[in-house]
C-alpha cells in the first residue's frame, strides 16, 4: 500500500463547476499536508497548506483536512481551462520526508 | 530573487557514463531535497539533506549520492548511469520539514 494515494483521473468537470480532488495516506503521525498544481513539462507548484482538522479557504481553492479518517482533500470553485493540470497531495510524515502522491489530472472543460 | 536553480536543463548520457545534477536556493532554507518524477509514479525522494552537514537516504536512493556543499547548495552524483534512470529530477528547498518545498525548474535527463 503507497503511503499516500489519489485517484490518477483523469477527473473532468465543466467550466464553471466544483473540482473535488482526494487524498488518503497512512501514517498517522503525519502534521503537514500540502496540495501542489502541475503543469505538463513544469515544476509543482504550492497551492495550499493545511495543518488542522476542518477546512481551509483560500480564493477558490478550499483544502479539508480530517486527520481521524485520514485523508485530505481540495476543492476548486468554479473551475476555470486553466485550472486543467495535475493536483500533486504531499504529506510530511513522522521520517522527516514529504512523500507525494501519484497525482489527479484534472481536466476543466469550456 | 531566483528562488531554487538546477542546471542543466536536459542531458542525455549513455549507459555507465557519470555526471552530477547541480542545485542551488537563495532563500536561505534549511532543507534541501532531491526528486524523481516518472510517469505513473508521481515525485519520489532520492535523497534530503535536513541541515548543512547532513544528508539522508530517501525512497529511491540506489544509484545516486549527494553532497550538500554548503548552506545554499545540494548536488546529486550518479556515478555509472543506467537507463532506469532516466527521469525528470526536480530540486526543492524549505525552510524545515513543516513548511511548504519549493521547487526548481527540473533536469530532464535520458540514459540510452
Known amino acids: 500500500q503507497k503511503e499516500v494515494e489519489q485517484n490518477s483521473g483523469p477527473l473532468s468537470v465543466p467550466e464553471g463547476a466544483i473540482a473535488s480532488l482526494n487524498c488518503t495516506y497512512s501514517d498517522r503521525g503525519s502534521q503537514s499536508f500540502f496540495w501542489y498544481r502541475q503543469y505538463s513539462g513544469k515544476s509543482p507548484e504550492l497551492i495550499m497548506f493545511?495543518?488542522?482538522?476542518g477546512d481551509k479557504e483560500d480564493g477558490r481553492f478550499t483544502a479539508q483536512l480530517n486527520k481521524a479518517s485520514q485523508y485530505v482533500s481540495l476543492l476548486i470553485r468554479d473551475s476555470q481551462p486553466s485550472d486543467s493540470a495535475t493536483y500533486l497531495c504531499a504529506v510530511n510524515n513522522a521520517g522527516n520526508m514529504l512523500t507525494f502522491g501519484g497525482g489527479t489530472r484534472l481536466m476543466v472543460k469550456p | 530573487n531566483a528562488g531554487v536553480t538546477q542546471t542543466p536543463k536536459f542531458q542525455v548520457l549513455k549507459t555507465g557514463q557519470s555526471m552530477t545534477l547541480q542545485c542551488a536556493q537563495d532563500?536561505?532554507?534549511?532543507?534541501m531535497y532531491w526528486y524523481r518524477q516518472d510517469p505513473g509514479m508521481g515525485l519520489r525522494l532520492i535523497y534530503y539533506s535536513a541541515s548543512e552537514g547532513t544528508t539522508d537516504k530517501g525512497e529511491v536512493p540506489n544509484g545516486y549520492n549527494v553532497s550538500r556543499l554548503n548552506k545554499r547548495e545540494f548536488s546529486l552524483r550518479l556515478e555509472s548511469a543506467a537507463p532506469s534512470q532516466t527521469s525528470v529530477y526536480f530540486c526543492?528547498?524549505?525552510?524545515?520539514?513543516?513548511?511548504?518545498?519549493?521547487f526548481g525548474n527540473g533536469t530532464r535527463l535520458t540514459v540510452t
Open positions: 526543492a528547498s524549505n525552510l524545515d520539514r513543516d513548511s511548504p518545498l519549493h
Open positions: 532563500m536561505n532554507h534549511n532543507s
Open positions: 493545511i495543518y488542522s482538522n
